[in-house]
């Protein structure tokens, strides 16, 4: 454990985060070692021990929630200069920034956001 826990910190060293690819090329086991770690925590199996040093390292346990932060801080960008939410399914300057609003919508439609979420979107704005 120990080794490839070292492994993922030089990972993060040059990368500047946790979130190793399942299957990274330059180290294919190494990707499955982290899923298999979000798996152990998801599961409560997890040794403390072993939690609070990937939590040392800023570890990104739920790697859903890490990237909708992200996008969120990209429509936060944008609304900082166009000075609204509305980004256009075909955005060139972020094709997949409008595909995200877009099922933001969905999931909002469906009932489907966390609260959390919701309060986010709603902080900045946000047009449904």
Do not use: C
Not at 61 to 73: A, I
Not at 79 to 85: F, P, Q, S
Not at 100 to 105: E, I, T
Request: hydrophobic share 35%.
């Amino acid at each position: 454990w120990e080794k490839t826990f070292q492994r993922l910190v030089a990972y993060k060293a040059t990368h500047k985060n946790t979130m190793v690819p399942q299957e990274y090329k330059e180290d294919s086991k190494l990707g499955r070692w982290v899923k298999t770690q979000r798996q152990l925590f998801e599961n409560n199996k997890l040794l403390e021990e072993r939690l609070d040093k990937l939590d040392s390292i800023g570890f990104v346990w739920k790697v859903d929630d890490t990237k909708w932060q992200k996008t969120f801080q990209r429509l936060v960008a944008y609304k900082g200069i166009h000075k609204n939410t509305m980004v256009p399914t075909q955005y060139d300057e972020d094709p997949s920034l409008g595909l995200w609003v877009s099922n933001q919508r969905q999931h909002f439609k469906k009932n489907e956001l966390s609260k959390e979420r919701l309060d986010q979107l709603h902080s900045i704005g946000f047009v449904w």
